[in-house]
């Protein structure tokens, strides 16, 4: 009986040390991800990011377990849903709130610059989502809650978190739109979530502006309308403190509360991690701590602790995710994760027998509906190639691969009259910074930009050797020097007169 005994223990200690011994990286979804808003349904969990001045819009990812996501889509895809006319990384789509409601999936944002505050519907998470349903109540961050057959909207009116009641059909406004909660004195009291437990009305808000003071705020209700009181422990998340003073993830803020399946309760929030240095030019992106929220108690989100990039606590059972990187021709259709930035002119892209084809058009730093599709850059260490046909681009057209963070902060490597050229514009500064004269060979040229934490290099293929053309920091493109509310993304563009023909782009 003892042997039986002192065998279950030691069963029992392997499975504790098991689960202990389970961990995840973050970010859960890394690069140019911000403003992350979850939901579950069923087994299912799903997140949607804001996605400011890119086409299509609002990138919906899916996951089985909290820590393995993968795009399955884009909420607004269609220009209907979408316009965005002069928006430029300070514009264009905020922070958007998925919720689903007796099978039907909300989505709700703001488009900053192009109509306001708006909802869209679907029956599937991948879509196809409704024509926007425009709102009355303004502030950015909106937010939904349902309960008992209504829908309540909260946002953020003159920094200020305001509820009212709307029809969840037509839009309309059924309430007075009534202030309930200014924060705790932070700056930017914004992206309020409500949420309803043990009888109580959680208002979990951000304040601090999204840098360095970004925080997570929290007070509470037995009415929905208030009045709510602030958690005495408040923040409950930030990584301005001393603790994680000297952590790469800084700005930590922006959350949504999730229970799993499993009964659990999990946060995601948006975190951007420095590189070379105090800059970071990845952007904003989605992270994920586990949280203690015990019955009428106030949420403890990671004991408390800073979260780290290895996070050492127990999973749900992990579900890996095969993400296979371009290779080689292009498929018939682009996927989800590919952009563009603003809404593309369509006949300017064509897309046959494995080659990309993109018409010139103005310049990326015009801003004006440029050429451009690109991938958002989701790896410090990253790489990128394509092989160009030059032969039917004009006297003063230029294609090739850009470094885009906004159209006053790109690095560009293109082809122009036969030589490979580095051209950087950070600010007012345009100057070039390498070329490589007489790359053709039959009219094309090889162009290749490999990335480290610190440094962009860029490449260019003459004969069988690869010769770099120049190199420029990171940092230059980073949101601390250009600006900007976004991440890098890498493209492929061309501007001015002529045709340049993509025939490959390779990940590594």
Same mark, same amino acid.
């Given at each position: 009986?003892?042997?039986?005994?002192?065998?279950?223990?030691?069963?029992?200690?392997?499975?504790?040390?098991?689960?202990a011994a389970?961990e995840?990286?973050?970010?859960?979804?890394?690069?140019?991800?911000? /403003?992350?808003?979850?939901?579950r349904?069923?087994d299912?969990?799903?997140?949607?990011?804001?996605?400011?001045?890119?086409?299509?819009?609002?990138?919906?990812?899916?996951?089985?377990?909290?820590?393995?996501?993968?795009?399955?889509?884009?909420?607004?895809?269609?220009?209907?849903?979408?316009p965005?006319?002069?928006?430029?990384?300070?514009?264009?789509?905020?922070?958007?709130?998925?919720?689903?409601n007796?099978?039907?999936?909300?989505?709700?944002?703001?488009?900053?610059?192009?109509?306001?505050?708006?909802?869209?519907?679907?029956t599937?998470?991948?879509?196809?989502?409704?024509?926007?349903?425009?709102?009355?109540?303004?502030?950015?961050?909106p937010?939904?809650?349902?309960?008992?057959?209504?829908?309540?909207?909260?946002?953020?009116?003159?920094n200020?978190?305001?509820?009212?009641?709307? /029809?969840?059909?037509?839009?309309?406004?059924?309430?007075?739109s009534k202030?309930?909660?200014?924060?705790t004195?932070?700056r930017?009291?914004?992206?309020?979530?409500?949420?309803k437990? /043990?009888?109580?009305?959680y208002?979990?808000?951000?304040?601090?502006?999204?840098?360095?003071?970004?925080?997570?705020?929290?007070?509470?209700?037995?009415?929905?309308?208030?009045?709510?009181?602030?958690?005495?422990?408040?923040?409950?998340?930030?990584h301005?403190?001393? @603790?994680?003073?000297?952590?790469?993830?800084?700005?930590?803020?922006h959350?949504d509360?999730?229970?799993? @399946?499993d009964?659990?309760?999990?946060?995601?929030?948006?975190?951007?991690?420095f590189?070379?240095?105090?800059?970071?030019?990845?952007?904003?992106e989605?992270?994920?701590?586990?949280?203690?929220w015990?019955?009428?108690?106030?949420?403890?989100?990671?004991?408390?602790?800073?979260v780290?990039?290895?996070?050492?606590?127990a999973?749900l059972?992990?579900?890996?995710?095969?993400?296979?990187?371009?290779?080689?021709?292009?498929?018939?259709?682009?996927?989800?994760?590919?952009?563009?930035?603003?809404?593309?002119?369509a006949?300017?892209?064509?897309?046959?027998?494995?080659?990309?084809?993109?018409?010139?058009?103005?310049?990326?730093?015009?801003?004006?509906?440029?050429?451009?599709?690109?991938?958002?850059?989701?790896?410090?260490?990253?790489?990128?190639?394509?092989?160009?046909?030059?032969?039917?681009?004009g006297?003063?057209?230029r294609?090739?691969?850009?470094?885009?963070?906004?159209?006053?902060?790109? @690095?560009?490597?293109?082809?122009?009259g036969g030589?490979?050229?580095?051209?950087?514009?950070?600010?007012?500064?345009?100057?070039?910074l390498?070329?490589?004269?007489d790359?053709?060979?039959?009219?094309?040229?090889?162009?290749?930009?490999?990335?480290d934490?610190?440094?962009?290099?860029?490449?260019?293929?003459?004969?069988?050797?690869?010769?770099?053309?120049?190199?420029?920091e990171?940092?230059?493109?980073?949101?601390?020097?250009?600006?900007?509310?976004?991440?890098?993304?890498?493209?492929?563009?061309?501007?001015? /007169?002529?045709?340049?023909?993509?025939?490959?782009?390779?990940?590594?």
């Amino acid at each position: 009986m003892r042997k039986l005994f002192f065998s279950l223990s030691l069963l029992a200690s392997s499975m504790v040390m098991n689960v202990a011994a389970q961990e995840y990286v973050n970010p859960v979804i890394s690069g140019f991800n911000p /403003d992350p808003s979850i939901c579950r349904v069923g087994d299912d969990y799903y997140v949607v990011n804001s996605s400011f001045q890119y086409f299509p819009g609002v990138p919906i990812y899916h996951s089985k377990d909290l820590v393995n996501w993968e795009q399955i889509g884009n909420v607004l895809n269609r220009d209907s849903q979408l316009p965005l006319k002069g928006a430029s990384s300070w514009l264009g789509i905020y922070a958007p709130t998925l919720r689903y409601n007796d099978g039907i999936y909300y989505m709700v944002t703001t488009n900053v610059g192009n109509g306001g505050n708006f909802f869209v519907t679907a029956t599937r998470p991948e879509g196809p989502w409704s024509e926007p349903v425009w709102l009355e109540q303004q502030g950015i961050d909106p937010s939904l809650y349902f309960e008992d057959g209504k829908c309540y909207l909260v946002s953020n009116p003159d920094n200020n978190i305001t509820l009212c009641e709307i /029809d969840a059909k037509t839009g309309k406004q059924l309430s007075e739109s009534k202030s309930i909660w200014r924060g705790t004195g932070g700056r930017y009291p914004e992206g309020p979530h409500i949420y309803k437990k /043990d009888g109580y009305y959680y208002l979990l808000i951000s304040e601090g502006g999204t840098e360095l003071a970004h925080k997570l705020t929290i007070a509470r209700s037995r009415d929905i309308y208030g009045p709510y009181e602030s958690n005495p422990a408040n923040p409950i998340f930030t990584h301005c403190c001393m @603790a994680a003073q000297g952590s790469v993830i800084q700005g930590t803020g922006h959350g949504d509360f999730v229970q799993a @399946a499993d009964g659990s309760w999990w946060i995601t929030f948006l975190a951007f991690r420095f590189h070379g240095g105090s800059y970071h030019h990845l952007g904003r992106e989605t992270f994920l701590a586990p949280v203690e929220w015990k019955a009428g108690e106030w949420p403890v989100v990671n004991g408390n602790m800073p979260v780290d990039t290895l996070m050492r606590v127990a999973t749900l059972p992990l579900s890996p995710v095969d993400r296979q990187l371009h290779r080689g021709r292009f498929p018939k259709a682009l996927g989800a994760e590919w952009v563009h930035i603003q809404n593309p002119v369509a006949s300017n892209y064509r897309l046959h027998n494995g080659v990309l084809e993109l018409n010139g058009a103005a310049s990326l730093t015009l801003n004006d509906h440029p050429t451009f599709v690109g991938i958002r850059q989701t790896r410090p260490v990253m790489s990128v190639e394509t092989l160009l046909d030059c032969s039917q681009m004009g006297n003063e057209g230029r294609a090739g691969i850009t470094v885009y963070q906004i159209n006053d902060g790109h @690095a560009d490597l293109f082809c122009e009259g036969g030589d490979a050229v580095l051209r950087c514009r950070i600010k007012s500064l345009d100057v070039e910074l390498g070329r490589v004269k007489d790359v053709l060979h039959k009219g094309k040229c090889r162009l290749r930009m490999e990335a480290d934490k610190d440094r962009y290099r860029f490449l260019c293929k003459k004969g069988d050797e690869w010769q770099e053309v120049g190199s420029l920091e990171c940092s230059l493109l980073s949101t601390e020097v250009v600006g900007g509310f976004t991440g890098v993304v890498l493209g492929l563009y061309a501007e001015g /007169d002529g045709v340049a023909r993509f025939q490959s782009f390779d990940e590594y």
